[in-house]
């Protein structure tokens, strides 16, 4: 090389940083504690799990990770905004704050703040962002959700269980599942800045986003609707004016443990399917229902037909079929299922049993039964 080239090479532009380097060494540094933060995430995950069962609170999911040795790795190589030769961060162990991350995921907008609750309760919150607010102020497109990042509390983090992971922190992300579903696109897509998006395009996105918006608030609204209509049920229930009750099977199950006793044997899918089978012969309240049961003995029933005692739906199933009679096998779900023509006549031969043990089979009709009521 001559002198020449020596001071004209001499003359450029400084080398630019080695990122290959940076994100070695923090790889190496991160590797030594990634269990630990692993472990730190899957303890909150239990923590939050424990105090959502403990409050009542019916959520869709608890996600819990450590982070990758590739997505760390990843972050060590991002750049600054303003400076290419520039690490974002200079101390990725330090600055990277989901090294340990858990996602809650609601399906009701409403519970989105009473895990709030429950995170100020559990935790030490150092932080706390609603990321909705923080895209429209910058204009861009982008998920609803609220960030924490938060440490165990000082009286968990002093017993030896917790000891590990004392001054810790973990980032916590709290959304509902409409709002993930669009997180998960975005991130796919990575349609980020309104900006930069075309006229047309960027009207669509921002209509779909309210859109998203009005389906929360709508699932809210209708949950907020089905919890009065079934307190109504229960008061209407126990105030005796069963006319008013529309079957369903949270009515049914009020009322069934109100006449027969609770039983907590029975599944919400077998009150299901009581309910399409009442709603298939042609029941509409329990109003209905009742008088159908009326002067029947369904314990009786039920040791005439199978020898013991049977369970709460197997009883007020029997009885159902004692007082309808033919009816009920004629208007059953399975009455025209010609595979099911032995379960008929295994039933028209519990109604002959049923008569030969002196119990009065009835040939109610709910339709009938309703007019001559008014």
């Given at each position: 090389m001559s002198?020449?080239?020596?001071?004209e090479?001499?003359?450029?532009e400084p080398?630019?940083f080695?990122?290959d380097e940076?994100?070695?060494l923090?790889?190496?540094?991160?590797?030594?504690?990634q269990?630990?933060?692993?472990?730190?995430?899957?303890?909150?995950?239990?923590?939050l799990?424990t105090?959502?069962?403990e409050k009542g609170?019916?959520?869709?999911s608890i996600?819990?990770?450590g982070?990758s040795l590739?997505?760390f790795?990843?972050?060590c190589?991002?750049s600054?905004e303003?400076?290419?030769?520039?690490?974002?961060?200079?101390?990725?162990?330090?600055?990277?704050?989901?090294?340990?991350a858990?996602?809650v995921?609601?399906f009701?907008?409403d519970?989105?703040?009473?895990?709030d609750e429950?995170?100020?309760?559990?935790?030490?919150v150092?932080?706390r962002?609603n990321?909705?607010k923080?895209?429209?102020?910058?204009e861009?497109?982008?998920?609803?959700?609220v960030?924490?990042l938060?440490?165990l509390?000082?009286?968990?983090s002093s017993l030896p269980?917790?000891?590990?992971?004392?001054?810790?922190t973990?980032?916590?992300?709290?959304?509902?599942i409409l709002q993930?579903?669009w997180a998960?696109?975005?991130?796919?897509?990575?349609?980020?800045s309104?900006?930069?998006l075309p006229?047309?395009?960027?009207?669509r996105?921002?209509s779909l986003?309210?859109?998203l918006?009005?389906?929360?608030?709508e699932f809210?609204?209708?949950?907020?609707e089905?919890q009065?209509?079934r307190?109504?049920?229960?008061?209407?229930?126990e105030?005796?004016r069963?006319d008013?009750?529309?079957?369903?099977?949270?009515s049914l199950?009020l009322?069934l443990?109100?006449r027969?006793g609770?039983?907590?044997r029975?599944s919400?899918w077998?009150?299901?399917?009581?309910?399409?089978?009442?709603l298939r012969?042609g029941?509409e309240?329990?109003g209905?229902?009742?008088?159908?049961?009326?002067g029947?003995?369904?314990d009786r029933?039920?040791?005439?037909?199978?020898g013991t005692?049977q369970?709460q739906?197997?009883?007020f199933?029997?009885?159902?079929?004692a007082?309808?009679?033919?009816?009920?096998?004629d208007?059953h779900?399975?009455?025209d299922?010609?595979?099911?023509?032995?379960w008929r006549r295994h039933?028209?031969?519990?109604?002959?049993r049923?008569?030969?043990?002196?119990v009065?089979v009835?040939?109610f009709?709910p339709?009938?039964?309703?007019?001559?009521?008014t």
């Open positions: 002198d020449g080239e020596a001071v090479t001499g003359g450029g080398p630019g080695d990122y940076h994100e070695r923090a790889r190496q540094a991160y590797r030594a504690v269990a630990v933060y692993e472990a730190l995430a899957g303890t909150i995950r239990d923590i799990q105090a959502f069962r609170l019916f959520i869709h996600e819990a990770r982070k590739e997505s790795g990843a972050k190589r991002e600054s303003d400076d290419q030769n520039r690490p974002k961060y200079p101390d990725p162990l330090k600055q990277v704050t989901d090294l340990a858990v996602r995921i609601t009701f907008l519970v989105v703040g009473l895990v429950v995170v100020s309760e559990q935790f030490d150092l932080e962002s990321k909705g923080l895209l429209e102020d910058e861009k497109l982008g998920y609803q959700s960030h924490y938060i440490r509390k000082a009286n968990r269980e917790y000891a590990g992971f004392r001054r810790l973990a980032e916590l992300q709290v959304r509902t993930h579903a998960e696109i975005e991130h796919d897509v990575q349609y980020k309104v900006a930069a006229a047309t395009i960027r009207r996105f921002l986003a309210g859109l918006e009005i389906a929360d608030r809210q609204e209708i949950d907020r089905h009065a209509l307190e109504e049920a229960r008061v209407s229930v105030a005796g069963l008013d009750v529309e079957i369903t099977g949270d199950k009322y443990d109100q027969l609770p039983d907590g029975m919400n077998s009150y299901g399917w009581t309910v399409r089978l009442l012969m029941f309240t329990i209905d229902v009742d008088r159908c049961l009326d029947y003995n369904d029933i039920t040791r005439i037909l199978w005692r369970g739906l197997q009883r199933e029997d009885t159902i079929f007082s309808m009679g033919q009816n009920y096998l208007r779900i399975w009455a299922n010609e595979e099911m023509a032995g039933r028209e031969g519990a109604l002959q049923l008569r030969e043990r002196g009065e009835g040939n009709v339709e009938e039964d309703r007019r001559a009521s």
